[in-house]
């Protein structure tokens, strides 16, 4: 017999089917390697179930054989097989789908063992190119007896109805979704009026609201039974905007209050659409009724804290500013208006940037943008144009406002003018200089003394290169103590404590003897820290000198750092110096005060021993470096001495 299901066929029924795809692959396939043999070996049954499938658009396969399940499909199953199509046709069905092997052969199971089933929506994992992916397919299954009535094969009707699956999916979320936002809406419930007839009806939740029995409510009452529900105060204006609301077709929203039974009021959102007839008259207004209570109720908080606040910033002497998170100015007090003299508004957005003095704006600018781009606080100094045409220095300062994930939603800022104070200030580091500059010049002097005297006398020439050196010390300290401006600050200043206390104490070298030990972590100091610093440890080695460990030759002070959470401490011991007198207190004790508790915010602690003073600081890391807060500390640690 021909290797084909048709040997009888007439020439134009060959014709025909020459057209099936899957019927040439089919009659071209080597039966012969496979476990069910050519074709002409196979029972009747099976070739007229192969017929069958053949000429059928419905996508269906043979699992022929109960050994090997051997796949043979039709142009509908192809479809279904996708990519793997027509690598998998004749191969056994564990082979071509890999992915769902355990799942075939329980099927091959079943079928060969004379059952018929149907699995609807059955999920299965197919890797179609991208990896396993989830399918949804209706199957059914039907064994196919050979001439002795086992059978020789099962027959799987294919139905892919993913699309549909994943939609009913969709929708069934749709609709959680939905009912959820109408739940979180507030939604009391429904209605729809018959404007023609004058006939509302409304669900249960809608006619308990107003005072309205359920069953009334879902046969369909005039409206006026339900106006009776709204605030007196309220009635004629919702009553108007609904009779308005009827000439054009559209949506409608009303809002009112619902006087309830006890007393208590509900404020209400009706939110419908006016339906017209083909002569644009209104026939029909559904709609929804939502509580906004609590929305009013938090409305009219926000509008009273707004209020407060806007009092409140008007009445502060500083001028005072709001910006959103990407640094758009929205907000200034009236202190502003009144002191640029400026119309309301104008310096919305970047306007603002035009009030500063030409030679600050970029300056400016680029201290704003660092801010905007890091969130750290914003702080300057710059001159803004007064109503009177001048320009006056005023202080800027801002801090962002952050939600509860850490995001800035918005920046509040405030100016100060400071204008008396900074020409007072410029003054005051004019005389500054000029006392300095004379201190320095007298040091220079007496060095110049010292060194004329070591030429007459050669025998005290390493007495006199010694006492030079410190006297140069000396000088160089001065700069640290002296009080400085930002223009007048060194310029090499010590960028940490253990280092700038080494610059103090070279005075109080004798030699290569080193006096001062020091043991613990350092700590980054800034400018605005270096000064109170400088003048505390330059008070204790003077008093040392003086009084202390550094007035005798074998004397020494042992300084030992550490950290401790959010602040640094610090240990100043004199050790081989005179016993110390509680009672000698003076200048010098003050300005250690004021410089520890008044500038750096700290707090210390004296203590008179035997063996000589011990003080111990604790000092704010904050107040050491004005970024401490904002990033975390860079601790180095040492055991050195200098």
Known sequence: MPNTLFPAADPETRASLAKNATLNILNSFNWGSTSIGPIASWPESLRGAVRTIILSDVPMVLLAGKKDGILIYNDGYAVFAGERHPSIFGQPVLTAWPEVADFNAENMRRGFGGESWQLTGQELLLDRGGGPTPAYIDLSYSPVAGDDGKPVAVLAIVQEVTNSVKAGQALEEYREKLDLALRASGMVGTWDWDIVNNVVTADERFAALYHVSPGRAAVGLPIEEFMGAIHPEDRQRALSEISASLKDAGPVRFEYRILNTDGSVTWVVASGRVITDGDGMAVRLPGVVVDITEERRIGQQLAESEQ????????????????????????????????????????????????????????????????LETGEPYYIEYRLRHHSGEYRWVL?????????????????????????????????EVVAQELSHRIKNIFAVIGGIVSLGARSHPEAKGFADSLRERIFALGKAHDFVRPHSRSSMPRSNPASLHA????????????????????????????????????????????????????????????????DGSDYLV?????????????????GSRLISLSVEGQLRGNMERMFEEDGLRMELTLPLASLNRKAELTQTQTVPVNQTA
């Not at 440890?537 to 003077?542: D, G, I, K, P, V």
């Not at 081989?576 to 009672?583: C, F």
């Open 396 to 428: 800027g300062r801002a801090l962002p406002i952050r939600d509860a994930s850490g995001r800035i939603v918005r920046w509040f800022g405030t100016c100060t003018d400071i204008h008396e104070s900074k020409l007072a200030q410029e003054e005051r």
């Open 571 to 587: 240990t100043w011991s004199e050790h081989g110096g005179p016993r110390p007198d509680p009672k000698a207190t003076g200048f």
């Open 500 to 563: 700038l206390i080494r610059e103090l104490l070279q005075p109080y070298r004798l030699g290569d003897v080193e006096r001062v030990h020091f043991a613990g972590e350092d700590a980054p100091i800034d400018d605005g820290a270096a000064t109170p610093l400088a003048l505390l440890f330059h008070e204790l080695a003077t008093n040392a000198a003086k009084y202390g460990a550094l007035s005798r030759p074998d004397g020494r002070i042992d300084i030992t750092t550490s950290i």
């Open 308 to 371: 407060r606040f806007r009092t409140l910033a008007d009445t502060m002497p500083q001028m005072v500013w709001s910006t959103l998170p990407d640094g758009y100015h929205d907000y200034y007090n009236a202190r502003w208006y009144e002191y640029t003299g400026v119309p309301e508004g104008s310096t919305d957005g970047e306007g603002w940037n035009d009030m500063f003095h030409p030679e600050d704006q970029e300056r400016a600018w680029s201290v704003w943008q660092h801010s």
